[in-house]
């Protein structure tokens, strides 16, 4: 069956270092997204991706960078990890661009930023 | 601002009861709304879609209703079971938006038994 996962599933990290997100999909979907969810908040759009080597800029962006180069991953970084960016983080993917399409959520990666 | 906005936060309820939560969003131009259910750990996946002309929709026992005049939706939850233990969001996404949705902050539910 087709799916999208992610990894790690849990990472505590230090202040200032480099962190990196894994999302993988099988659907062959061409749009991946990433979302934050916080306490208080709704989800919150990080990056998407409409195709290979597609990014764009979501609600969230600053101090988060992603790049796309191939249909089945779209790796999230941190640059240099914040505090404020300890959150739970959420890939997901649709088949297509419109608000009709759904799109399919990973399991999360829960992020401690020490 | 486009936003949506849910009640309760949070919900304690007996097993085999029913309730009903709520949602109240000002995205304009309206598309449609979605339930997601997101049980703890994992990710949000879709219960109900809703378009403009559509008032109910039921996914065996949840129901959501849509007030597009009000711009207001319920997901109603009948004869609970603990499974349903979860967090529910509503999700509106507006016209010409594409992919950009605007989410909830969901309503944590507690079924005890």
């Known amino acids: 069956d087709a799916e999208i996962t992610q990894s790690p599933r849990h990472k505590i990290t230090e202040t200032g270092r480099q962190v990196t997100l894994a999302c993988h999909q099988t659907?062959?979907?061409?749009?991946m997204f990433w979302y934050r969810q916080d306490l208080g908040h709704g989800l919150r759009l990080i990056h998407y991706s409409y195709g290979v080597h597609d990014t764009n800029k979501g609600e969230v962006s600053d101090g988060y960078s992603v790049s796309r180069s191939n249909t089945e991953d779209l790796p999230l970084t941190l640059e240099s990890a914040a505090s404020s960016q300890t959150s739970v983080y959420f890939c997901?993917?649709?088949?297509?661009?419109?608000?009709?399409?759904?799109?399919?959520f990973g399991p999360g990666t829960r992020l401690t930023v020490l | 601002k486009n936003q949506v906005e849910q009640s309760p936060q949070s919900l304690i309820i007996l097993e085999g009861k029913n309730c009903t939560l709520q949602?109240?969003?000002?995205?304009?131009?309206?598309?449609?709304l979605r339930w997601y259910k997101q049980d703890t750990g994992r990710g949000p996946v879709s219960l109900t879609i809703?378009?403009?002309?559509?008032n109910t929709k039921s996914n065996g026992r949840y129901t959501a209703t849509l007030d597009a005049d009000t711009k207001q939706s319920s997901l109603h939850i009948t004869a609970s079971q603990l499974s349903d233990s979860a967090s529910y969001i509503c999700v509106v996404s507006a016209l010409n938006a594409g992919n950009m949705l605007t989410f909830g902050g969901g309503t944590r539910l507690m079924v005890k038994p």
């Open positions: 997901a993917s649709s088949g297509g661009r419109s608000g009709f399409d759904e799109q399919f």
């Open positions: 949602c109240n969003y000002t995205v304009s131009p309206f598309s449609n």
């Open positions: 659907w062959n979907h061409n749009n």
């Open positions: 809703m378009t403009f002309s559509e």
